[in-house]
Every structure is written in C-alpha cells, then in structure tokens.
C-alpha cells in the first residue's frame, strides 16, 4: 500500500474513533451487521460479548498504526492467521468480516468523507490483511488447536494458581511466546496465556493465571480447574524472546503473572552456553505477589549474568493473606527487595541506553513503564512487548 492509502484509512478510523461512544457504536454495528447478514458467524464468537468489542477496536488500532510498517505487520498477520484455524475459519469468513466492518465504517464516518477513493483504500487495505492472513493459515502444517490434560493445580495465591497439562503431542513454540487456550467451563472464550516454561519434547506446559475482577474466564480457571479436564491451545503468537547470540545486554521488566513469559525465556537462556546480561525488575503490588522468587533465585545463583531485583509498591501485606508471623528469609541471588511504582523504579536507574528492553503486566503498566523509560532516555526502538489486546 502507497502513503496516500494509508492515510486515508488511518483518517477515516481516526474520525470515527473520536466521536463520543465511537469505538463501542463502530464495534456493535460491525457485529450486528456481521450476525446479519451472516448467521453462521454467530456461532464463531461467544456469548457474551462486552470483552470481545474491545478487543476488535484494539486489535484495529494496533493494525493500523503498523500498516507501513510490514516487516513487524506481516509477521503479527501471519500468526494471527494460523490462530484463527483452531476456529475453523475459511478464507469466505474473511470476505464476510471485511465487507461488514467497512459497511459499520461507513455508517458511522462522514458520509461526505467516505468517497470512492476511501472505500478503495479501505478494500486494499482489507484485502492486505485477509489475504496475508488465508495465506498463512494454509502454507501451515501444525495442528490448528492442540488438546491438554491438566495434570496438576496449584493455588499460590487466594486469587492466582499454576497449572500444569499435558499435551496430546508436543507444540513448538519459543518461550516469550503466548497463545490462546479455552478451558472446558467457558466454551468459545479464548483468552491468551504465556507459558511459564520453554517448549519441551515432552508436551509439558505450564500457565500462571491471576483472577481479573469481574473476568469470565480467570475466575473460573482460578476457581474451578480440577485435575483430569481437557483445555484447547492455539497457535503460538508473539515476537519476544532472545535470540542466540545476541550481545546486547537486557532489561526485562514484569508484574505479576507478567512473569510467566520472561521467566520462560530465563529458563531457555540458562541452557545456552554464554548470554548477554540480563537485569529483571519483577514487581508486584504486596510483597506475597512476588509468587515466583524460589525459582528466580535458583535462576540467579545458578546464571551470574542474570540479576534479579524485587519491587513492591506496598511493603504491608493484603488483609486476606495468612502470614505465619515468622520473618521472611532473604533469598541467595536476589537483590534488595525495593519499594515503589516499578515503572518509576525502573526509570530512576538511568535511560538504559545500552539495554534492549522487554515489558510484560497489564496494558496500563506496560504503557506507563514504556512511557517513563522513554521520558529517561530510553530508545522507543529498543523497547518490545506484545499487543495490548
């Protein structure tokens, strides 16, 4: 696509996403005209839909805002259309999905605005995407959705538990990666989880998974997992990971479950013979949320170039948290627990300038930890983390 296509798609979205209650109207006029004039799409999307609305503007905004960029676009499309076989998605769905969305844009954007030049660029830019995406899914030969048993569940926390399955065949994948899983109490509600261990010949994966307030589906993992049910996987998706023998040192950054992804690739790295350094700052909001320390601090003694420091923005704990009353003992390898918003943490190190950066938590963090780093003089180049969709 040439520069003047891609403004005018950009301009049209843009317009309508700033009008009042505009992501939410162009979202239910795409789904209502999609159910319309395609019943049997229906049956592709879940029943409950609030979350689902969301994801689709921000998956539209995410796209767009890479459409000249096609070496990080194509990659993202390509994936997305090797998920999207686990639907069982043909390439007519992809025709049917285009033609509703530019009509919900039409019907919301200016009707003098939307010229004949306008909605050419919108089928070119349309037809980019589908045709990337069919293409993809049908050069793949891996299985579009893998079946796991869980074979262990582990409550750490009052609202977060590890849980471990066994996949009918083993899945490659890189670790940093995530992928989209469907568990046995929420029919058609995928929900992306990181894996918190690297690929194995085994098929063994492991998930960390908090309870999101008012969620569908975390609570139920949560509350509800038992030893035994079948989950469903998609395909890998996501760009993280460190490369073999790369030399620039790195900063990773996590809260949370945010460090399922990084710990993944730690445990990845320490198989390899030399890596560069790597500084984590791992935080949390009470001190119990550091769930994972045991193994970083394994993970540090065990690996001299990777340095671990601790950050909590309360030094208490939560009212709910059974603390035995015995002092904590400090872990070998670990750095002074620090006290503090960690993307302001972080900051206050210095720009990292020397230092590829990764950042994994909820979209805030992500977007306030990226935004501090490069208030401090952190390249925006440098700085990586996946989709906030």
Not at 230 to 254: A, D, F, I, Y
């Amino acid at each position: 696509m040439d520069s003047r296509t891609v403004a005018l798609i950009r301009t049209t979205f843009k317009a309508v996403a700033a009008e009042e209650g505009g992501p939410e109207k162009l979202a239910s006029s795409f789904y209502a005209t999609l159910f319309s004039d395609h019943p049997y799409a229906r049956d592709f999307f879940p029943a409950a839909m609030d979350s689902q609305r969301d994801r689709l503007v921000r998956a539209i905004s995410y796209t767009l805002d890479r459409l000249e960029e096609p070496d990080k676009l194509l990659p993202f499309l390509e994936q997305l259309g090797r998920d999207h076989r686990k639907y069982g998605v043909q390439p007519e769905h992809y025709v049917a999905v285009a033609t509703s969305l530019k009509s919900a844009m039409r019907r919301f954007g200016d009707t003098e605005m939307w010229t004949d030049e306008i909605d050419q660029a919108w089928d070119e830019g349309l037809s980019v995407i589908a045709e990337t995406m069919i293409g993809a899914a049908q050069k793949e030969s891996t299985p579009a959705v893998w079946s796991g048993t869980v074979v262990e569940q582990r409550q750490v926390l009052r609202n977060l538990t590890v849980v471990r399955l066994q996949l009918d065949q083993p899945m490659s994948y890189a670790a940093g990666q995530y992928l989209s899983v469907q568990v046995p109490s929420r029919p058609r509600m995928w929900r992306y989880l990181s894996p918190a261990v690297p690929a194995n010949t085994n098929g063994e994966i492991e998930f960390h998974i908090r309870s999101v307030l008012g969620g569908w589906v975390s609570p139920a993992i949560v509350g509800q997992t038992r030893i035994g049910e079948q989950w469903l996987l998609g395909s890998p998706l996501g760009g993280l990971g460190v490369p073999r023998n790369v030399k620039r040192k790195m900063l990773m950054v996590c809260c949370g479950t945010g460090i399922a992804p990084l710990r993944a690739q730690l445990m990845s790295m320490a198989q390899r013979r030399t890596n560069p350094k790597v500084q984590l700052f791992v935080g949390g909001h009470h001190p119990c949320d550091l769930y994972d320390l045991d193994t970083l601090s394994r993970l540090a003694v065990a690996n001299p170039w990777l340095t671990v420091t601790p950050v909590t923005e309360n030094d208490e704990y939560p009212w709910w948290y059974e603390d035995s009353g015995e002092p904590q003992a400090e872990l070998p390898g670990l750095q002074p627990r620090l006290t503090g918003q960690i993307g302001k943490v972080v900051a206050g190190f210095g720009p990292w300038a020397d230092r590829d950066v990764q950042i994994v938590g909820s979209p805030s963090m992500v977007q306030t930890t990226k935004f501090r780093l490069m208030a401090a003089g952190t390249q925006t180049r440098n700085i990586r983390h996946d989709p906030l969709f």
